[in-house]
């Protein structure tokens, strides 16, 4: 599951028994990337917070299709399998078809140009293909062609902080040896909720 020890939840007490309460899934399991963190509470706290603010908040002014596909973009650049299937398939439950999810996830990192990206979303793949690769090379510029393509600053805004919150998810995931073994693939916190229960 992990190449540190983690707690599971039956021996969870305090804060971190509190926060798997509720981060479990309707089964009862806890997320192996979130379970990464149990010896330090706090920080399951923090990526909570960042993982439900950036892709699961409103307002936000990319899709659930392109923040999904965004973040299949930057997991696969990162070489992140657990992340590219959990999120690859929430990307197929956005377009209703797990093959289309595969193309795209092909598509937006140019593997394959079977899928059909709108102009929007190669301008989404474009800047966070470039900030996952060469950060130190971005530019101004970089931030005018996604003007082009419609994003308006709070817009750029909520692209650039999703492509940095799975830069952290996948450095925490491939860092510390985090496997999807056994994991329900594809949950994820209702955009209504103020909490993290799963949908």
Known sequence: MTWIRT???DKATGRLN????????????????????SLRPRTLQAHL???KATMHSLPNSLSPRERELVGVCVSRLNGCDYCVEHHRTGLARHVGNE?????????VIGESSQASL???????????????????????????ALRKAGLDDAGILDL??????FSYAN??????????????????????EKGFKHA
């Open 7 to 9: 707690i599971d939840h």
């Open 18 to 37: 509190s926060l798997y309460d509720q981060v479990k899934t309707p089964g009862g399991h806890i997320d192996n990337i979130l379970k990464s963190h």
């Open 49 to 51: 917070a960042l993982y």
């Open 99 to 107: 093959s289309l999810a595969r193309a795209l996830a092909e598509a």
């Open 118 to 144: 709108t102009e929007r979303e190669k301008a989404l793949a474009t800047y966070a293909s470039k900030l996952t690769l060469t950060p130190g090379l971005m530019a101004e510029n970089d931030i005018e």
């Open 160 to 165: 650039n902080q999703i492509v940095a919150y």
């Open 171 to 192: 450095r925490t995931v491939l860092g510390l040896g985090v496997s999807q073994q056994g994991e329900p693939l594809g949950l994820h916190p209702d955009e209504g």
